[in-house]
């Protein structure tokens, strides 16, 4: 069988971002583009250049760095957004231009009040000023899903003429039912003119569970670009998770007449970065990226496992990057040892002085905990990357807790402002609460409290605990997250890092409509 290539859209750094809490700054969103440039992702969705000031910087930064993939910005079919996201990319090796307008009745009655000959006036002058700006132009049909058959027809071969290389027919809303969903991007490629001149592509919602279920069907009836993001982050439900995807492309390569290029050996270390980044933590029996994703504890299975390994497992750990050796240093290990382990699980330090504090970092570790496993080290640089990118001013300097049965826990803690000391008190229902309301007695933040998430970063009462806190601050959303073999030193971090973040500017991130 002539396999043909199947492109993969990341949308991580947009769609993705659309999810509660899941805003990135600019430093951040170049780390994760880094790590999908490495991946070999073939388009990078760096941003939404016209939503605001930073996102456009953070498109600007990735093109201009990104050399191995292509670039892309969304834009709506506004003749400002497409000019606002041609600067952005100016510099880029391989840009696109991603513009759309919704098709569905509902959304052309009620969002935009236009008409059909409307809407498809303003796609194909939107296609052609962008086709005018850059080579590389995709068109997505939102709601695409729940568009009329007829319709779009008429509005993908007009916008083809306009000079779209891409038509993209998501299932904004996850209505989409696989043989559905499949059979009508089968019929729309059969029955438009024009269609052998562009690529048609899918990008699913997973608000019924089915987003790369639709997906690889609609590769079957001849998509050939498919949007997703890692570990299936996204708006609501979240997207169709690119690690699924591609495994079960390369998997199933028997019945699937398609390939990718994507480096799968590097999936897990950038599904940990992207959940540590967001604070968005990845379940335990998570495809293809779960920490038990490979783990057999049955008899029956265990058994197998050790007589032939594909009785139970139709992929090997060592393909999507999961170490068969985590247990790599202690103690005793040098930095040379500690820089090179680091280097193998695609970590960078943009300086000495980064490598420096992660290697002093790593030796109060070593001095916890016997042994370091991967996931020991990829928390700990995270943890440092997402603090020093954002010049945290609130940091711990102290903390001490009391928590005895049949009296009210309390928590005393000495913080550092600016370079000055401030020692605040309180009690509360149980440790942390005591010790959020100590900080709050001297941030007076007045945010909201709305999520707080403890996650062992591996097995063992010594395992480092790593915490996510999320706050609310006049309709902003920010997650803070800290590490630590103490959990309540890593529950403090996580909430000073949030409070660091709620005043600043460059996570500012207005939710347009996309699709």
């Not at 080579?135 to 009329?148: G, I, K, M, N, T």
């Not at 699913?204 to 790369?212: I, P, Q, S, W």
């Not at 090997?316 to 090179?340: E, M, Y």
């Not at 496993?373 to 001013?393: C, F, P, T």
């Amino acid at each position: 069988m002539d396999k043909q290539h199947l492109v993969i859209f990341d949308t991580t750094l947009r769609d993705g971002e659309q999810s509660p809490g899941a805003s990135m700054t600019r430093e951040e969103k170049l780390r994760v583009a880094k790590a999908l440039e490495k991946l070999r992702v073939d388009v990078i969705e760096a941003g939404f250049a016209i939503s605001s000031p930073g996102d456009f910087e953070s498109v600007k930064s990735i093109a201009e760095t990104v050399k191995d993939s292509t670039v892309c910005s969304l834009a709506r079919t506004i003749p400002l957004d497409i000019e606002r996201a041609a600067e952005a990319l100016k510099n880029a090796n391989s840009g696109r231009i991603h513009t759309f307008i919704a098709t569905s009745p509902i959304h052309m009655k009620y969002k935009l009040q236009m008409t059909p000959d409307q809407v498809v006036e303003q796609a194909v002058s939107a296609v052609k000023l962008a086709r005018n700006l850059i080579d590389d132009v995709e068109f997505s049909l939102e709601d695409a899903s729940r568009s009329e058959f007829d319709y779009m027809c008429r509005i993908i071969e007009a916008v083809i003429d306009a000079g779209a290389g891409t038509i993209n027919l998501p299932d904004t809303v996850g209505y989409g039912f696989p043989e559905e969903y499949a059979e009508t991007i089968g019929r729309l490629i059969q029955n438009i003119p024009n269609a052998d001149k562009a690529v048609f592509s899918v990008h699913c919602h997973n608000d019924l569970g089915l987003a790369v279920s639709n997906s690889l069907a609609a590769v079957m009836k001849g998509a050939r670009q498919v949007e997703c993001t890692i570990n299936g982050l996204g708006e609501r439900a979240g997207n169709a998770a690119l690690e699924e995807v591609v495994m079960a492309v390369r998997t199933r390569k028997d019945i699937i007449p398609v390939e990718t290029k994507i480096d799968t050996t590097q999936i897990a270390s950038t599904s940990r970065l992207v959940s540590s980044i967001t604070g968005f933590p990845v379940q335990p029996n998570k495809a293809i990226v779960g920490a038990n994703a490979f783990a057999h504890e049955s008899g029956i299975h265990q058994d197998g496992i050790l007589k032939h390994r594909e009785t139970y497992e139709i992929m090997r750990a060592q393909d999507v990057g999961w170490s068969t050796n985590k247990i790599v240093l202690g103690k005793l290990s040098g930095r040379a040892a500690f820089a090179a382990r680091l280097e193998e699980l695609g970590t960078h330090f943009e300086s000495k002085e980064e490598l420096n504090e992660a290697f002093v970092r790593f030796k109060d570790l070593a001095d916890k905990k016997r042994e370091i496993y991967d996931e020991d080290l990829q928390a700990l640089v995270s943890e440092i990357q997402l603090h020093e990118s954002n010049g945290d001013q609130i940091t711990l300097e102290n903390l001490e807790v009391i928590s005895k049965s049949g009296q009210l826990p309390s928590a005393d803690l000495t913080l550092s402002y600016k370079g000055e000391s401030y020692r605040s008190a309180s009690e509360g229902d149980g440790p942390v609460d005591a010790a959020f309301k100590a900080i709050e007695k001297l941030a007076k933040s007045d945010t909201e409290l709305k999520l707080y998430s403890v996650n062992a970063v591996t097995a063992g009462t010594d395992s480092q605990g790593e915490v996510t806190v999320r706050l609310e601050k006049g309709g902003r959303i920010v997650n803070g997250q800290g590490a630590d073999t103490d959990i309540l030193v890593a529950s403090v971090k996580a909430y000073l890092h949030a409070l660091n973040l709620i005043e600043n500017p460059d996570r500012l991130h207005p939710q347009l409509d996309g699709v």
